[in-house]
């Protein structure tokens, strides 16, 4: 019981860090530590991960700092990855955009659209895990960028 209660006070406490946080430390952050090698935020950094330009409109803070401090919590699954091995030998990995019957499609990790036959695939296996690294931040670090995540809305990114 105390760790379900450890847990659900961690939670309630993800809005007093989006208002704690310091949004510009938490931009300069995500800038600094490789976020966008996976993310976009508006028209920087990577479209392999889930695009953040407007999730301060689609996750509230809480959501924000649980998929910041346990990654593996909650996988969408539009922001799932698929690792693909084909007949010829070789496995291909990237987010899944589509699948069913007669193709697998995605875009993988050099930002390339790939689509492959059923006819030429042996096997795929749709990952709900470890897809990104649990990163190593202080609770303030961790408060900054929820802050700037909550910010980030509409069309522009601040």
């Known amino acids: 019981m105390l760790q379900r209660l450890g847990a659900w006070a961690v939670l309630a406490a993800a809005p007093l860090f989006a208002q704690s946080g310091d949004a510009a430390k938490g931009k300069a952050l995500i800038a600094s530590s490789g976020c966008t090698s996976c993310h976009r935020i508006g028209d920087q950094g990577s479209r392999t991960g889930p695009d953040l330009s407007e999730i301060g409109d689609k996750r509230t803070a809480e959501k924000l700092k ?9 996988v969408l699954p539009e922001n799932r990855y698929v690792s ?25 990790t050099k930002e390339d659209l790939r689509s492959f036959q059923t006819a030429a695939i042996k096997g795929y296996t749709i990952l709900t895990k470890g897809l990104m ?23 522009e990114a601040p």
């Not at 649980?66 to 909650?74: A, C, F, K, M, N």
Request: hydrophobic share 35%; glycine share 6%; aromatic share 2%.
């Open 66 to 74: 649980t998929s910041l401090v346990d990654p593996d919590e909650e």
């Open 133 to 155: 690294p649990k990163p190593q931040l202080t609770d303030e670090q961790v408060a900054d960028i929820v802050a700037y995540l909550s910010s980030l809305k509409g069309t």
């Open 84 to 108: 693909v091995a084909l007949k010829d030998g070789t496995t291909v990995r990237g987010r899944i955009l589509n699948h069913d019957a007669i193709s697998v499609q995605l875009i993988d």
